[in-house]
């Protein structure tokens, strides 16, 4: 009975990890405006479900990366059965984020549950789930469709078979779970690069913890490692186009920005003081319950705690501090080592978590005031979501300007702009991809011009152009070229 009702309890805190996570996701899901990177892997995932681009070779536009080479291809392609299924509307790339956050969630509460300290219980998965949703960045990437959401799915995937596999007494099944996180560990690499190679790690890392003999975490590895090179192996001699993009993307993206001739930042200690900001709230909220917990009576930290903390960390390092061998940092690169920052957290604040589970299985009325709250909390996220429908929370001119054209442009359109520079204005770019379908070129001549209220055309071009009503516009303005087809009216 007693068991029961720690069930009950810890499931009635799960369930207020969740209605965090929607209270955090749930609003930014349909309003308007997204990050540049997000909108640009939109697009392609878009322009591959539509026949636009395909898996080794992903299209953006018809003049900027007509084969993107900048990242790997597999998450682009597993987005394209979402514009498959739901269309191309701006609410898939939205749900999309969504349904991946609630994928880590599980697979972070499988990963608690594999580590067990013999010395002491663990409290729920809410716990570490709790302090993951509270990262900034978490709520941030799911919401913003970038690919490390995705990645870190796969990641946190292969880390789970990874400690099932060691912990398991059956060889075969050892040996199915190194397969299948072989697999997983070729998936990340499939959707962001070396990256994704981490997971490689954590046999070693938890051996003494777990006790795990040297020659069962030394075959997980290499199981996992076989598997990998194998199956790529296969996949490039049976996909000759595999081998050509893998060839382009090491040459162009991965070897230029580890030799930093790529989008490099200011120091390759970025990645740290990302890191430091975004472990800030977890940290503030571990020392409240720790607060909380020094006015009863104490509860020692057992070593188990202590060493699965320490465990927990050896992971979130290894997918964090080989960022540093690149000058090319981006804060958002640290998001797959966050679920373990929060789960060595976790491990450490044990004793304050646990009271409180204690504390409300021995109220009863504060466990309906957290279910109250949880409904409450729920209803919130959805009508703040119906709310923020349409909103407009990033690139406001942009998106008032060509929000309701007076015209509908033919898709796969390419676009003159003027002045030149806007040939390389990566906003309106995507933007133009994402909702028009449209390219844009520095050449003058092409059916439409593009230009900017501030811009005076000269003689030559304006003689071949004639506006096309914007109303509103503030920014940018619309022309066509006089010998064009007449526009389709819009709406």
Request: aromatic share 10%.
């Amino acid at each position: 009975m007693a068991e029961a009702r720690d069930k009950t309890m810890q499931g009635v805190l799960w369930y207020s990890a969740l209605v965090l996570y929607s209270m955090l996701v749930l609003p930014r899901m349909l309003s308007t405006g997204m990050f540049l990177d997000g909108v640009v892997y939109a697009s392609i995932a878009r322009n591959m479900a539509e026949g636009y681009g395909s898996l080794w070779s992903p299209a953006y536009t018809a003049t900027v990366y007509p084969v993107f080479y900048e990242h790997p291809p597999l998450g682009f392609w597993l987005q394209a059965w979402a514009y498959r299924v739901g269309g191309d509307v701006v609410a898939v790339e939205a749900f999309w984020g969504c349904a991946m956050g609630l994928l880590l969630l599980l697979e972070l509460a499988g990963i608690w549950r594999c580590l067990q300290p013999s010395d002491t219980p663990l409290t729920g998965a809410w716990f570490p789930a709790m302090l993951w949703v509270l990262t900034p960045m978490t709520s941030w990437a799911v919401a913003q469709n970038m690919l490390e959401v995705p990645l870190t799915v796969c990641s946190l995937g292969a880390v789970w078979l990874c400690l099932l596999g060691l912990q398991h007494p059956r060889p075969g099944v050892r040996a199915g779970c190194s397969i299948g996180a072989g697999l997983m560990l070729l998936s990340g690499l499939g959707i962001k690069g070396p990256v994704a190679l981490f997971p490689l790690a954590v046999p070693v890392l938890v051996r003494g913890y777990a006790g795990i003999s040297r020659r069962r975490a030394l075959g997980m590895t290499g199981g996992m490692l076989l598997t990998c090179v194998l199956v790529g192996s296969l996949l490039c001699l049976m996909q000759p186009a595999a081998w050509e993009f893998a060839k382009h993307y090491g040459q162009q993206q991965l070897w230029a920005s580890v030799a930093g001739r790529r989008e490099t930042s200011g120091s390759r200690w970025d990645v740290l003081r990302a890191l430091s900001r975004e472990i800030v709230v977890p940290l503030v909220l571990g020392g409240g319950l720790t607060v909380l917990r020094l006015r009863r009576p104490r509860t020692r930290r057992t070593s188990g705690q202590r060493r699965l903390g320490w465990a927990y960390l050896g992971i979130a390092l290894a997918a964090s501090l080989p960022l540093l061998l690149s000058i090319k940092q981006r804060r958002w690169y640290v998001f797959p080592s966050l679920p373990f920052y929060a789960l060595a957290l976790a491990a450490w604040w044990q004793p304050a978590a646990l009271r409180l589970e204690r504390c409300l299985q021995a109220q009863p009325l504060y466990r309906q005031r957290l279910r109250a709250g949880c409904v409450c909390g729920l209803v919130l996220a959805l009508g703040a979501m119906g709310l923020e429908r349409h909103a407009l929370r990033r690139d406001v001119t942009l998106h008032q300007d060509f929000a309701k054209p007076a015209v509908t442009l033919p898709a796969r359109a390419v676009l003159s702009v003027y002045p030149a520079h806007l040939a390389a204005h990566w906003t309106l770019i995507a933007h133009l991809q994402r909702h028009f379908k449209a390219s844009v070129t520095s050449v003058i001549g092409a059916p439409y011009l593009v230009t900017t209220h501030d811009t005076v055309l000269p003689e030559g071009i304006a003689a071949q152009y004639a506006p096309l009503l914007l109303p509103h516009t503030r920014t940018y303005l619309l022309f066509r070229h006089r010998t064009a087809d007449p526009p389709i009216a819009g709406p």
